[in-house]
């Protein structure tokens, strides 16, 4: 039999991959110790029991049977029970839950390391393909460790004693008796790849029926209005007869792989029935081999079939962990400063020296040649999408690596400073709103989780969100999410002005942080945060120009570069750019022709 | 794993013994009589076979292996016969596995198929209220995950319930024949088992519930944690969100450890039972032997229908958790299906083809529950001409797009369209001729060109022109594939402004007679504005609009102007004679742009 040669697969054992569960193996040694025993406890009970069996039969054939024997027997038979009983707990328990403890260290392992990592491999990698990670890869990992580890070896340890047996008893019989099985054991490989590949797909119609379903009904007025009613639901017909095919595609293989081992086991019982028989009756082996050899068979049945099933585990959960791994590997390019050395920020001077900035597999830069001081004071940035404000914005918060001598804080170059002194100097308001799912008061106290109820409330009111939080059922501790508060993109970004404005920092920078809350609301919000904003470096990216118009200074951006810079009264004579949008903004019919 | 967009179901008991929830689950099975009873035909000969092989052995020693009376050429004659027949059995039974898998699948799927369409066809048909009061995870739950439940035990469940059913009653029927003392003292084991695995059950199923909820908190949790990183960062709060994951993945621990205890205390357990069977048929069997009340061939069949016995027990307990989900499922399919819509549609079309587009709403209330909307409102637009609607979030705008669309009733007044009462007119028939721009847009996962025309038909000349005039022919001129370039999920991803663009396409495509455009509030790049606004200038042409308005490109081209404040109306009038007003209005439009007021003064 190649039962190690084909368990122990290439990718499975190869140094790469353990690796990385060494030390966790290491750290449960004696746990998996104590739990393999247990398992051969098991397997040995379990070829012991035939045994009492035989002789209770055997005593009875012969006559010699008294009812003290048997009762001894049966008596042996519990205890052997118990015992197996008692080893089976202890594997389970001490097997599996390594499986767990593993899956968790992993896991902790996992989101610890991409805590670290910086936002250009955030933008590599999709928030779905990590999760995956931690969901379906690590679920792959736990199986093969736990269930996978177990059964190959029980499998292996049962069938090596039951050659053994069948062997003693007869060696050619043994041959014959064994003959399927390697089908079995191939051919059940061969069907559990493609049943994995099938329920995949099954998975995938599952998922997008499951997407069509909720963006159809998160719209279900637009689709109303459009009449869309009936072809919508046409589409839907169509997914689930395509769901239903993908299903009878996978039950095939399931109606195949599943009966198939009895299938085979049968085979070889109709084999051993034959050619022992044939034995038996020439005289070759007595009955009581006969009956011996044929319960031997029986136990080769479940370690045949679980082979294939053990193999497919084992190959997911190494493609699994190489996933793992990989993502383990990732170093970010964005390095912490090991300074311990403490800063504090004087004037909030930011210089930006000949900064220049390309995305990876991008031929152009997002940033050119960037030459800007930030002082004491507002400065506004302007341009269209893609201009390359945002990529700033991230690169003043310390998300993508800089050079050194590009970027100065202080006149200190940030790359000296460890990144947390640096971001602890900036309250930042993102063009992109984050809210978590707990309550308003925590989410505004993000930077700041100690902040006085008074802080929170003043804050919220300059942000003009105060009345409205009130308005929600338990006020700051309404809990933002599904089950709780709905908020609007307005009500998102207010939050998120609050959130900066609770940190009292000496740089703020707002990302277009207010596109989304309407013209009156803006008006009141800037009238409010003025007083909070004497005195700081203060960076404004906005589409509109109405609420720069102030700004000390205002930078055009285009295609990476600054291509204008002045205040509002110069740009608008001598900036065309400029000019038109604010033609725009202002009044349609300048621009019309 | 599944879990749903956010919302997490609580899992409920189904009742089992719920005769009503039965009788309809079974309605939808009547259909499929046949295929249900070809399925059933085939466990027999599944059953039959799995029962007859150990009889076979039985026979083949009894009457040829040990039979020494007979010559040996004979013998070995009869057990290749015998393996003849015995190779007949097994094919049989394999073949009929097969096909009983694929003919419930197929069986299954079908039911699931039609009830899932019936109810997404029935919700499509709720009005909106219904849509408020539920949120759309509840409802995504109740199409895929409820039915794929109930399917769970059509399919692997009711037939294989019955095969064991089958199974257990044929072994006991053998057991009593053979001895049916000896199966009277093993039929005593039967409460035992049955008690211990209905107690397993209950527990395994409160121990995965834990779990499930365990992960889709982990799993929420790290989702969102992803998706923020950068805040996150930013705001360092790096160790503290650490702290929190390793909370929830050790909670997720602890209930995992319980679910592995539970099963390492109770599985062994039936095999404690299974073994205790077997010492009962040694000492007790072996008596009988002794006695002469027994043979030996029948104490080795006894043994063999025991281990037979204890296989489907062990699945047991885990079926009857599959039919307690599905039941509950059931339940609120079933809750959902009898949920009608607040007002039923009119089915009658208008007696009038051909409408020129004049809008009236005469003394107009509405309320949300018990919150005043709209009181008293009353305002008319001429045909071929455009009212725009200006007023602060809340004013209760777009409540008067609901209406028009129907969407609601009003609660008093009427809504007229060419002086009828569109409450009396058939809503499909009324939105057809209604063209709705919203802020958001839906994009079903296809090409442009079926995202444009969706059910409708035009002519490719036809189309292009509706494309110039929305002003996407710049955008799809880009696309190496076209206007066959496939968006939405998988596919291209469009911007807000272009899906702004794709709006205005699809409402050309279906020439409504009414336009009802509410803006976007966010901004978009100018490039992407000025398009915009060419669109909406062609899309208004000829047509009666009533606009929702945030640019004052839009405003401008109105008619006529209202402005509202808390429901009400507070001014009317074009732009020139509002801003002259000096009220409200002339505020507004001051705070889009206006050096006197105070900016940001940060100096």
Redesign the interface.
């Known amino acids: 039999m190649s039962v190690n040669s084909t368990l122990k697969s290439r990718q499975v054992f190869s140094g790469k991959n353990l690796s990385l569960l060494a030390p966790v193996f290491r750290r449960y040694r004696l746990r998996l110790i104590l739990g393999f025993t247990a398992l051969l406890g098991v397997d040995s009970f379990q070829l012991l029991?035939p045994r009492?069996?035989k002789r209770?039969?055997d005593a009875?054939?012969t006559g010699k049977?008294?009812?003290a024997l048997?009762?001894q027997?049966?008596?042996y038979?519990?205890l052997?029970?118990?015992g197996?009983?008692?080893c089976?707990?202890?594997w389970?328990?001490l097997i599996?839950?390594f499986s767990?403890?593993l899956?968790?260290d992993l896991?902790?392992r996992l989101?610890?390391h991409?805590?670290?990592l910086d936002?250009l491999f955030?933008q590599r990698h999709t928030?779905g393909e990590?999760?995956a990670l931690?969901?379906n890869d690590l679920?792959a990992v736990q199986l093969a460790a736990g269930m996978g580890l177990i059964a190959s070896v029980d499998a292996m340890v049962m069938t090596l004693a039951a050659l053994g047996f069948m062997a003693y008893i007869n060696p050619t019989l043994t041959v014959i008796a064994v003959a399927p099985m390697p089908i079995l054991a191939f051919s059940a490989r061969f069907l559990s790849a493609r049943l994995h590949r099938r329920f995949k797909r099954v998975q995938e119609q599952?998922a997008?029926?499951?997407?069509?379903?909720?963006?159809?009904?998160?719209?279900?007025?637009?689709?109303?209005?459009?009449?869309?009613?009936?072809?919508?639901?046409e589409?839907?017909?169509r997914m689930?007869?395509d769901?239903?095919r993908h299903?009878?595609r996978l039950?095939?293989i399931?109606?195949?792989l599943f009966?198939?081992s009895?299938?085979i086991g049968?085979?070889s019982?109709?084999l051993v029935?034959?050619f022992g028989?044939?034995l038996?009756?020439?005289g070759t082996i007595t009955?009581g081999d006969?009956?011996a050899f044929?319960s031997y068979l029986f136990m080769l049945t479940w370690p045949m079939t679980a082979i294939g099933w053990v193999t497919n585990l084992f190959q997911r959960g190494a493609t699994s962990l190489s996933r793992i791994k990989h993502i383990l590997e990732q170093e970010p390019e964005l390095h912490d400063a090991v300074s311990s050395e403490s800063f504090t920020v004087n004037s909030g001077t930011i210089r930006l020296n000949r900064l220049s900035f390309t995305y990876a597999g991008q031929a152009d830069p997002a940033l050119e040649d960037v030459n800007v001081v930030f002082k004491?004071?507002?400065v506004g940035v302007i341009g269209?999408?893609g201009s390359g404000k945002t990529t700033l914005c991230?690169i003043l918060?310390r998300?993508y690596p800089v050079d050194e001598g590009v970027f100065f804080l202080d006149e200190r170059d940030v790359n000296t400073l460890s990144?947390?002194t640096v971001?602890?100097t900036?309250a930042?308001v993102?063009q992109e709103t984050?809210i978590?799912?707990e309550t308003i008061q925590a989410n505004i106290a993000?930077?700041k989780?100690d902040a006085s109820m008074e802080e929170i409330e003043r804050v919220a009111k300059a942000a003009s969100i105060h009345d409205e939080i009130l308005a929600f059922g338990d006020g700051y501790q309404s809990r933002v999410?599904?089950?709780g508060v709905k908020l609007?993109?307005?009500q998102r970004q207010r939050i998120a002005l609050a959130r900066a404005l609770l940190l009292d920092r000496p740089i703020v920078i707002i990302d277009?942080g207010l596109?989304?809350v309407?013209?009156?609301?803006?008006?009141a919000i800037?009238?409010q945060?003025?007083s909070y904003?004497?005195?700081?470096t203060?960076i404004?990216i906005s589409?509109?120009?109405?609420?720069l118009?102030?700004?000390?200074e205002i930078l055009v951006m285009d295609k990476g570069k600054i291509v204008a810079r002045g205040d509002h009264q110069t740009l608008l004579a001598g900036n065309t750019f400029y000019a038109?949008?604010y033609a725009?903004?202002?009044?349609?019919?300048a621009?019309k022709g | 794993?599944r879990y749903?967009?956010?919302?997490f179901e609580e899992d409920k008991l189904g009742k089992v013994a719920d005769m009503g929830l039965w009788r309809r689950i079974i309605s939808y099975s009547v259909p499929y009589w046949k295929r249900l009873a070809t399925a059933i035909l085939l466990s027999f000969v599944v059953i039959g076979a799995?029962l007859a092989?150990p009889h076979?052995?039985r026979l083949?020693?009894d009457r040829?292996?040990?039979n020494t009376s007979m010559e040996?050429s004979l013998?070995?004659g009869g057990?290749?016969m015998?393996?003849a027949f015995?190779?007949g059995i097994?094919v049989a039974?394999?073949v009929a596995?097969?096909?009983?898998?694929?003919l419930l699948?197929?069986t299954g799927?079908?039911i699931m198929?039609e009830m899932?369409?019936q109810l997404?066809?029935h919700?499509?048909?709720l009005d909106?209220a219904f849509?408020n009061n539920n949120?759309?995870?509840k409802?995504?739950t109740r199409?895929?995950n409820d039915i794929?439940n109930m399917h769970e035990m059509f399919t692997s469940v009711i037939v294989t319930l019955f095969n064991d059913f089958i199974k257990l009653i044929g072994i006991m029927v053998i057991l009593f024949w053979m001895n049916w003392r000896l199966a009277l003292i093993l039929s005593f084991l039967l409460p035992l088992i049955t008690g211990n695995t209905l107690w397993f059950s209950r527990l395994a199923r409160d121990a995965f519930r834990a779990i499930r909820t365990q992960?889709a908190r982990?799993?929420?949790f790290?989702?969102?944690?992803?998706?923020?990183?950068?805040?996150?960062?930013?705001?360092?709060?790096?160790e503290?969100?650490?702290k929190k994951?390793?909370e929830l993945?050790?909670a997720?621990?602890q209930t995992?450890?319980y679910q592995?205890?539970l099963?390492?205390?109770f599985?062994?357990?039936i095999?404690?039972f299974s073994?205790?069977a077997?010492?009962?048929i040694?000492?007790y069997g072996?008596?009988q032997?002794?006695q002469e009340q027994m043979s030996?061939g029948e104490?080795?069949a006894f043994?063999a229908y025991m281990r037979l016995f204890f296989q489907p027990i062990r699945e047991l307990s885990q079926k009857y958790s599959i039919v307690q989900s599905a039941m509950a499922s059931a339940e609120r399919i079933f809750q959902l299906l009898d949920t009608s819509p607040a007002y039923s549609p009119v089915r009658l079309e208008p007696d009038q083809p051909d409408m020129k587009g004049e809008v009236s709403f005469q003394h107009v209330h509405f309320s949300y529950d018990t919150e005043q909307v709209l009181s008293d409102l009353s305002f008319h637009v001429a045909p071929g001409k455009t009212l725009a609607i200006v007023g602060?979030?809340g004013s209760g705008k777009s409540t008067i797009v609901?209406l028009l669309?129907r969407?609601y009733a009003p609660d008093k007044g009427t809504i007229r369209i060419d002086g009828q009462d569109i409450s009396t007119l058939n809503t499909?028939w009324l939105?057809?001729r209604?063209g709705?721009v919203?802020q958001?847009?839906?994009?079903?996962?296809a090409s442009i060109r079926e995202n444009i025309l969706?059910?409708k038909e035009i002519s490719e000349t036809e189309l292009n022109r509706i494309i110039d005039k929305a002003q996407l022919a710049g955008v799809v001129k880009q696309l190496p594939e076209g206007l066959e370039t496939r968006i939405g999920?998988g596919g291209l991803e469009f911007?807000s402004g272009q899906k702004q663009l794709l709006a205005f396409a699809?409402v050309l495509a279906?020439d409504p007679l009414i336009l009802i455009l509410d803006e976007a509030?966010?901004?978009?790049?100018?490039?992407t504005?000025?398009l915009i606004?060419r669109a909406i200038a062609s899309t208004l042409a000829n047509r009666t609009g009533i606009v929702i308005a945030?640019?004052?490109?839009t405003i401008?081209r109105a008619d006529h102007i209202i402005v509202m404040d808390k429901g009400r109306i507070v001014e009317q009038g074009n732009h020139e004679a509002l801003m002259a007003n000096g009220g409200i209005y002339r505020h507004?439009q001051e705070?889009?742009?206006?050096?006197s007021?105070?900016?940001?003064?940060?100096?």
């Not at chain 1, 725009?584 to 019919?589: A, L, N, W």
């Not at chain 2, 989702?223 to 360092?236: C, G, K, P, R």
């Open positions: 029991t009492f069996i209770a039969v009875l054939e049977a008294s009812n048997l009762l027997c049966a008596g038979i519990l052997l029970a118990l197996i009983a008692c089976r707990f202890l389970r328990y599996i839950g767990r403890l899956e968790r896991r902790d989101v610890a991409l805590l670290t936002s955030f928030t990590l999760m931690s969901s679920a599952f997008s029926m499951t997407e069509f379903v909720r963006s159809t009904l998160s719209s279900v007025h637009l689709l109303k209005a459009y009449t869309q009613e009936q072809f919508q639901a589409q839907f017909d689930g007869k769901y239903i299903n009878l039950s095939v399931q109606g195949l009966p198939f009895g299938f049968n085979c019982l109709l029935l034959f028989g044939r038996t009756v020439q009955v006969f009956v044929v004491k004071g507002l269209k999408t991230h918060t998300l990144l947390a971001r602890a900036i930042y993102p984050t978590f799912s993000l930077g989780m999410g599904e089950k609007s993109g307005g277009d596109s989304a309407d013209t009156e609301t803006e008006h800037l009238q945060i003025s904003l004497q005195g700081k203060c404004v589409h509109r120009i109405a609420p118009a102030e700004a000390d038109t949008i725009h903004q202002t009044d349609s019919r621009r | 794993m749903g967009y956010g919302y799995s092989l076979m052995v083949g020693i040829y292996i040990v040996i013998r070995i057990l290749g015998l393996a015995f190779i097994i039974g394999f596995n097969f096909l009983q898998v694929i699948e197929w799927q079908t198929h899932r369409q997404f066809r919700m499509l048909g909106l849509f949120p759309s995870g409802l995504v199409l895929t794929q992960l982990i799993n929420s790290l989702q969102e944690s992803l998706s923020s990183i950068a805040v996150l960062q930013i705001f360092t709060r790096q503290d969100t650490y994951f390793t993945t050790h997720y621990l995992n450890v592995i205890k099963f390492a205390i599985m062994p357990a095999d404690l073994s205790f077997t010492a009962c040694i000492w072996g008596g032997i002794i030996l104490l080795a043994l602060a979030t609901h669309e969407f499909q939105r057809e209604l709705l919203m958001s847009v839906f994009i079903i996962p969706l059910d999920e911007s699809r279906r509030t966010s901004s978009v790049d100018s490039a504005e000025i606004d945030h640019r004052l490109s401008r507004l705070l889009q742009f206006n050096h007021e105070p900016k940001i003064n940060a100096v």
